[in-house]
């Protein structure tokens, strides 16, 4: 079936506040899953839907929470998200960041007891549009195996980057340290599709393409001991100095009732032109330089980060989203 | 040949001293390069004297800089390096970071006109004695292909983040954005040895072993997509945000003596304890969950990032260090 953003936005909007969220709170999370849908993330869109219901049924997901922000100097906050749906910690974390590096130049806030937030780069924009530049970091449920290990420990841990490019596609790198990023094998699982090779291994330490071999087995970092380092470091900055579960503690959000995630997130924010005026212009050059490269067979443009993302964003705006026979039963039956 | 450290450090000293540096300014150097050595870094050791002393010689290294340090806030200082040896433009950065950190919670010092800097982990070390958490980027030369292209533009733009850990050893992630290392392309260039399959490409685009041949291709940057992306937010957070050069315009410091390098840094220092007084505890804690994992085949213990290099630190330390023919040649001629 294919529906229109703005109608699946009534009806997400519903959904969540049927289960009890405040009407801010509903909107806000129906943009997240809506804009993952529009970017072609469909990993952390409406596939993510039902998860997110049967956790606020068991009130694991918190319907009123009461979020407290302790102010701990003019760049620094830490936010104890009281459980709140992943979307509104992350949304009231990042206009913390933003709002502390306009008023100090940079600013840092830390999130605990959040949850699964949905792509990164909804945070990090809202800080480009704001002229600054942003690191955003987010801790997950176990999924990869650290270098040496056998068994998961790390979640796919995201590195987010937003850079204003000054014009309207803002540099937003968004890559979390896995080979294939677990919403996808997810979603593969859910559509019966192949995962790609070398990306996991099953529960016995051998190869797999099956997504339910791989979900229940591990999966594996990029660049080997490289790749799990910076999965460290996430789990580090987001987990471990924020007050949020760690080292492989955080709850998987599918498969674990017995309590909140506690998921932990890191906003580093900062003005642009900190150290220079001419930042924008300086970036514009960046860009150009990059793209007039020679080009590998077959390539026409070189893409910076968020430009693809952006495209599709743009192309499928105004189309109608389709929505799997699966996923369709979920949104009726909720 | 072997020397003691000891004996090495006077003899650089003396070279530096020769070249007119300053005796602060040597003994920083100096201590950098045996450091490297004893660390089991040998690209970024002794095999670099001959071109930093080829750079003073030159006058594209200022061997009496004006170094000045303008403080933008609390939190935030631009340091202009002047084309100090880039040893001492990395110290005095991350000196002022700490102090900006210690003072107000978190610092951001950006440095430009600066050079090579050694190990990002040298930086990285200081903060962590002090008890903060430090990210630390720099730019470098041309030597992996953006993501589509087939010439290069990155340098090998490493990440670097330090911890402490409660312990004598910290963590410190030093990883550079390329499948290898390019200081140890010039060394097994130097050694005549051969370079790993897969990391690197000749100038017509064909894979090589020959570091000769790799050096006048590109290097292959971890990941893919993600790694290309990762090095391009390192060019932009120490060369497009620093005042330094990036987009490829960094020289080489082997092969170009057109002009001084003007390598940027940026280095982010921030209170362990800034959000939570347990910050050591809880990473205690978390060392102790990922090294408690199951191992596989082969791995008696899992390491976390710098605990292999200050291994060897220890190892090495009362050791004669092991000088290769050709940088004897080096030295003696200097």
């Keep these: 079936m294919k529906v229109s953003a703005k109608v699946l936005k009534k009806k997400l909007i519903y959904i ?3 289960y009890s969220l405040s009407s801010t709170h509903a909107k806000i999370s129906a943009e997240a899953i809506i804009k993952a849908e529009l970017v072609g993330a469909q990993s952390h869109g409406l596939s993510r839907l039902k998860m997110y219901c049967d956790r606020i049924k068991k009130n694991l997901i918190n319907r009123k929470p009461k979020i407290k922000i302790k102010k701990i100097s003019k760049s620094a906050s830490l936010i104890d998200a009281d459980n709140s749906i992943g979307f509104v910690s992350g949304d009231i974390g990042i206009k913390q960041a933003i709002k502390n590096a306009k008023s100090s130049g940079i600013g840092i806030v ?10 990164s780069s909804f945070y990090a924009e809202q800080a480009v549009k704001k002229n600054l530049l942003v690191l955003c970091f987010t801790n997950a449920p176990p999924a990869l195996a650290p270098h040496g290990a056998k068994k998961s420990l790390f979640g796919t841990n995201p590195i987010c980057f937003g850079s204003p490019t000054g014009n309207n596609v803002p540099f937003i790198l968004d890559t979390s340290m896995s080979k294939v990023n ?10 019966k599709t192949k995962i790609p090779e070398g ?10 393409t099956d997504a339910f071999k791989a979900l229940a087995g591990v999966q594996l970092p990029i660049a080997g001991f490289r ?21 492989g503690k955080a709850k998987d959000p599918f ?18 032109n900190l150290f220079l005026s001419n930042y924008i212009a300086r970036i514009k050059q960046n860009l150009k330089r990059v793209k007039k490269l020679p080009k590998i067979k077959g390539v026409k443009d070189i893409m910076y980060p968020g430009q693809n993302k952006y495209k599709r964003y743009k192309k499928n705006m105004n189309k109608k989203i389709n929505i799997p026979h699966e996923i369709l039963k979920d949104i009726n039956s909720l």
């Excluded at 990306?199 to 797999?208: H, R, V, W």
């Excluded at 790749?227 to 080292?247: N, R």
């Design 16 to 18: 969540f506040k049927k």
């Design 110 to 119: 830390a999130v605990k007891n959040s949850g699964h937030y949905g792509l």
């Design 182 to 191: 677990r919403g996808k094998i997810r979603l593969a699982k859910k559509m």
């Design 199 to 208: 990306s996991a291994l099953d529960k016995n330490g051998n190869p797999t």
């Design 227 to 247: 790749g799990s380092g910076l999965a460290w470091m996430v789990d580090i900055l987001s987990g471990v100095l924020t007050g949020a579960s760690h080292g």
């Design 255 to 272: 498969d674990d009732f017995s309590g909140p995630q506690n998921i932990g997130h890191l906003f580093i924010t900062f003005k642009s």
